[in-house]
């Protein structure tokens, strides 16, 4: 009996860990997960704001310009 019980509490240990080391990797991931976001986030922003400038750099050409690149 005692012997059966020390073979439950062994399973029962080993599951628990195994529980624990899947816990921790997947908190792992999600924190990559989330910092890899931000960058994707952050790189998608600067490049929103370059395009702006563009935009804006553009639309403050000269007419002559303006109608040169119609022309094209």
Same mark, same amino acid.
């Given at each position: &009996? ?6 439950? $509490?062994?399973?029962? !240990?080993?599951?628990?860990? #195994?529980? $624990?080391?899947? *816990? @921790? @990797? *997947? ?9 890899? =976001? &931000?960058? *994707? &986030? @952050? =790189? &998608?922003?600067?490049? /929103?704001?370059?395009? !702006? /400038?563009?935009?804006?750099?553009? =639309?403050?050409?000269? $007419? /002559? #310009?303006?109608? $040169?690149?119609?022309?094209?």
């Amino acid at each position: &009996m005692l012997q059966i019980c020390h073979i439950m $509490t062994r399973q029962h !240990l080993e599951l628990h860990v #195994t529980i $624990t080391v899947h *816990a @921790v @990797v *997947a908190f792992g991931i999600l924190i990559v997960d989330i910092v890899l =976001l &931000m960058r *994707a &986030m @952050v =790189l &998608m922003m600067a490049f /929103v704001c370059r395009l !702006l /400038v563009r935009i804006q750099q553009f =639309l403050n050409m000269d $007419t /002559v #310009t303006l109608h $040169t690149f119609h022309m094209i």
